[in-house]
């Protein structure tokens, strides 16, 4: 199985920044597209960005010029670097990927979130 644990929530003002990890452990054979979730309390979950093994990056348009998310193959591990922070982004955030734990067995991994809370 495969674990995705995330790491780096937590309080800011409106203006900051935060920066996320997301580490994958466990029979991972590869993974694919990584990306960042969020759900904000009473709405659905929504992609936030995402990024292929070779750093191709998309990003909600919420976000854009705010946000880079950027990963380390060797490490199984995705960031998301978050600046000039919003109140609007306050949400649980989730890490998500899609992989392989055998060339035949394909499958998609989230975590279990971690909260991020904007002041205004």
């Known amino acids: 199985q495969v674990q995705l644990v995330e790491s780096g929530g937590g309080l800011v003002q409106a203006g900051g920044s935060l920066r996320l990890s997301c580490a994958a452990s466990?029979?991972?054979?590869?993974?694919?597209?990584m990306g960042w979730y969020r759900q904000a309390p009473g709405k659905q979950r929504d992609l936030v960005a995402a990024i292929t093994r070779d750093g191709t990056a998309n990003y909600a348009d919420s976000v854009k010029g705010r946000f880079t998310i950027s990963r380390d193959n060797a490490k199984n591990t995705v960031y998301l670097q978050m600046n000039s922070l919003k109140p609007e982004d306050t949400a649980v955030y989730y890490c998500h990927a899609d992989g392989y734990t055998s060339p035949w067995r394909k499958n998609d991994y989230w975590g279990q979130g971690t909260q991020v809370t904007v002041s205004s």
């Open positions: 466990g029979s991972i054979f590869i993974l694919n597209v």
